[in-house]
């Protein structure tokens, strides 16, 4: 079973601290890992996937095989970077997109 | 371009009342299409998929039900709604399964 895991519900750091959205799955094959986000009365939309190895309003994300990880990384937050995250896994086998249960992203002033 | 509605934008029904959300997509054919529960600290939960007219799928057994009646209409219903049904409901369409997917503007849905 493919499973995505954020163990964070909330965080919160102050404008040009080091932001970092942790994000865990769970897959037995080789999996392909998407950020999404949802920006206050936004819809929710595709921020970056793995594959592109690229780096979407300052973030990046790496993935981490041995410790099946895919953590979303700003090195100085910005307070517009405040919004709902999340993490998402698509399964090669089967295709089936899972999203993890999402971040909350607060960036104080 | 492609583009995905959904109507209401928001809905308050009484408890045990019919639900009838409609999600439609421009600009592209045969998309998969997807329903989304996104509960308050719950998240993102897949509820129905459809890759084709007349093909759902149910990820979670509930009082909800969808349909497809065309190819580039979703339909998300209910015979008789439960407190527990109140949330925000995402309508999202993708080229292929598990492809990245585009979500529509939303339906917040209340339950009294």
């Known amino acids: 079973a493919q499973r995505v895991t954020q163990p964070e519900k909330l965080l919160s750091v102050f404008k040009g601290a080091p932001v970092e959205l942790k994000c865990n799955y769970s897959?037995?094959?080789?999996?392909?890992l998407f950020w999404y986000v949802q920006y206050s009365r936004q819809r929710l939309q595709l921020l970056l996937r793995?594959?592109s190895r690229e780096s979407i309003k300052g973030f990046t994300a790496d993935l981490n095989k041995g410790e099946t990880s895919f953590h979303l990384k700003k090195p100085f937050a910005q307070e517009e970077d405040s919004a709902m995250y999340y993490c998402?896994?698509?399964?090669?086998?089967?295709?089936?997109?899972?999203f993890g249960a999402g971040t909350r992203l607060t960036v104080k002033p | 371009s492609q583009t995905i509605h959904q109507w209401p934008a928001t809905l308050v029904q009484p408890v045990g009342s019919p639900l009838s959300l409609e999600c439609t997509v421009e600009?592209?054919?045969?998309?998969?299409l997807y329903w989304y529960r996104q509960a308050a600290g719950r998240g993102l939960q897949l509820l129905f998929y459809?890759?084709?007219?007349?093909?759902i799928s149910s990820e979670v057994p509930q009082n909800l039900s969808a349909s497809r009646p065309q190819d580039r209409q979703f339909i998300l219903s209910s015979k008789k709604l439960l407190l527990s049904d109140s949330g925000f409901y995402l309508c999202?369409?993708?080229?292929?399964?598990?492809?990245?997917?585009?979500f529509g503007p939303g339906t917040r849905l209340l339950v009294l």
């Open positions: 999202a369409w993708s080229v292929g399964r598990g492809r990245t997917q585009y």
């Open positions: 793995h594959i």
């Open positions: 998402a896994l698509r399964g090669m086998r089967n295709n089936d997109m899972r």
């Open positions: 897959y037995s094959g080789s999996p392909e």
């Open positions: 459809s890759v084709g007219i007349g093909q």
């Open positions: 600009g592209t054919s045969n998309p998969n």
